[in-house]
């Protein structure tokens, strides 16, 4: 235990005040200075005395927290009997009448100093308990509230048999920790020891649990007198699994008064048998089919700067201020309700070194922003989100509902543009260069990234998409005329990181360019094809190897001055008809156009009674949404509605046959999974057909295989994608006229593509055809986006 007590200047004399013990002070993070400052400022508008403890260089890097403190002493706080051994010394010659903590790291020392001092707090056993959290499931599961099964594990085996008796997806988690680090989704087995791996401590006894499915809310509040008053209930935004990073906030969250009062009632009543009794309280829940599940629960109040969110919906409330007031018997219960509403969203850039951000003066500048903060300058490194530590900036604002608050700060966080400059990884097959490079050959190979908004927010059962980043690779002849070209998109969501991508497939391509004319002449397009399969061997993505097998293909083409389709054998894809996508909460068309419905989501009941009578084709996409129960659920609803195709019901394969006996003249589909031939045909055995997406196949020549397969076996052919430019669309569009339905319009939400009902491809210069919204009869008036 060190010290060293530094006194700061007070503004007033404070001599005989109450004392507060503000232990752990503030983080080094502008949202925990952000905290502790008004902490401090709420305690000295009351005219309390105030010390701060924290260790020796957290103080020196929170400057703004301690000269707004009466006094500061570096003291090891993550020692809570040591604390308590300090704070009773410092009694003995001046009394302290209130310890608080507005820290995680810091409850426990809080708890028991408290204790140790004999003043009000809460028991450091319940601070112990739910800060351990699989102590806190058992504790939540014993008294009656809906938890996750979960299991301690301290080794691999242990959690491999967890996995074997329970229902998956599963989340790995650290034991003890915070903003989501180490926080992993697991699908299948094989995902297990990467997500082990990526624990912050892996070598520590960590938890396994099965995922829940639900929308994410968070209860906020304090105690007064003993007694849970909830003050706000905030939704949730996060990015997709794998990983768990909150993105967004909106508080209020928009409830209809059922279930927030089922909410605030399950958390009240939560917190009493927890035995907690102090302070503010953050409870994180899932609301579920079957009710409320939940989450973790912390003695503090919410990071995501709902702090600023909250005073902002509850004018005049000082939430540390409560606090205190409710320690000298002063406190009143707020008034009920919020006014207006308010939301936060974190940036979300593409990986890579920073060039420059264009926008942010526009964005910090709003009249209705709160909060706006930027990280990182230019030459900093912006990882991939894993955790909350990796995030660069905020924006905060209000509205008067929270609807609106949550699109304007998405289109806030959206309209700036970040340029970054992706960084080599160590490609398996050869070094990859920072800038353009000559190599041995006629090609060099120049790569971009760049993250783009979506034109509306995508929103799918497990995920709402609304940045993709746009990586191009090109192959230049020595005057840098363009002899090939390739582009896709790449979605975090979807486990597609731009940065990872272009790094691979600019290594993979300057390996291939450098090996000449191999693939170009009779024979290219096999001699490319098997170097494709053994750069998947070597470890190489799937998107990477798209991404290098269009440039390369582009290039034949264009050297047999051919359209590729042509070069290929295959079949003039005349006219593509698409499937009309309906994102889930999005307003479905009625005018019999084929229709393909998102499902997964909260009204799926609704949305299905809605369809009834619908004019044209039917294709429901559920993106494994359901489970067992909401299957039988809504088992009538969609015999009545006797889709044409009903694609990845379920998350349980079991399943899939009772499906198919139900609905005997529906074809069922999967996707998710399917990533190669072999899957392909399994599926077309298993269910009924595959959805084939050549972002997953690592492109147009496995995912040719594949659908040739799934005809053999039988089954029914979806052509799919991603969200994805119209070069990358085109390029699978080349297969339309193998297949029986055409999900191609990922396009329209990348581009300012028309969204058309159907569209023809241009053949008439060599290479990957363009997309022809010209020339197909009846196209005015076919527009419309989902």
Known sequence: MSEATATARPTTDTTGSPHLLLVGGGGAMPLSIDVAVEALEQARRRGMRTHVINHADTLEATRPVSERADAVSAVDFEDPAGTARWARNLAGDDPVDVVFGVREIAQQAVAETAQALGLPGNP??????????????????????????????????????????????????????????????????????????????????????EFVEGDEYSVEGVFLDGRPQVLAVTQKEKLAPPHFVEIGHVLPAPLDPAAREEIEQTVRAALTALGLRFGLFHVELWRTREGVVLGEVHSRIGGGWIHRMLTHTRPGIELYGLVYDDMAGRAAAPAAGPVGAAASRYFSPPPGRLVSVEGWESVRDHPSVLHADLLVSPGDLIHPYRSGEDRVGVVVVGADTPEAARTLAAELAGSLRWVVEPVPAEPATAPAAAGPQTVTG??????????????????????????????????LDATGSVRGAGEIAADLGYGQNGTDIAAQAEGLARAMAAEDTAYLGDGAVDRLAARLVRAAG??????????????????????????????????????????????????????????????????????????????????????RGWDSAAWQRLRPLVQALAPAVLEDPVRDPELTAAIRAALPDTTVLLDEDIDSPEGAERAARTAGGANVKLMR???????????????????????????????????????AALCDWTDLDGHFWVSDDPAVQRYRLD???????GIDYGTVPGLAGDGGRA
């Open 538 to 623: 070597d470890g190489i993505g799937a998107p990477a190897r798209m991404l290098v097998e269009m440039a390369f293909l582009d290039r034949a083409a264009r050297c047999e001055n051919v359209p590729l389709w042509r070069l290929l054998g295959l079949p003039d894809p005349g006219e593509v008809n698409l499937l009309h996508t309906v994102p889930i909460g999005q307003a479905i068309p009625t005018d019999g156009r084929p229709l393909k419905i998102k499902l997964g989501g909260p009204e799926d009941e609704s949305v299905l009674r809605s369809l009834v009578g619908a004019r044209g084709p039917l294709i429901l996409d559920v993106n």
């Open 124 to 209: 450091p056993e319940a601070i112990s308990r739910i800060r351990t959290k699989d102590a806190c499931r058992r504790a939540l599961a014993a008294a009656g509230f809906r938890q996750p099964a979960v299991a301690l594990c301290s080794a691999e085996d242990e959690a491999r048999e967890f996995l074997a008796r329970t229902t998956g997806p599963w989340v790995v988690k650290p034991r003890d920790g915070s903003d989501s680090e180490g926080v992993r989704k697991v699908t299948a087995s094989e995902e297990l020891v990467p997500a082990i791996a990526g624990l912050p401590e892996p070598r520590f006894p960590f938890l396994v649990e």
């Open 442 to 475: 006629a090609d060099r190979v120049t790569v971009t990234l760049e993250s783009r908004p979506l034109t509306s927010s995508f929103q799918i059962s497990h995920m709402a998409i609304e940045t993709v980043d746009i990586v191009r690779l090109r192959l």
């Open 697 to 735: 196949f690592g492109g147009l020549l496995p995912a040719l295989d594949a659908l040739t397969r799934v005809r053999a076996a039988g089954g029914a052919r979806m052509l799919g994608c991603f969200l994805e430019p119209p070069r990358a669309i085109a390029y699978a569009a080349q297969l």
């Open 763 to 769: 053949s008439s210069r060599a290479g990957i055809p």
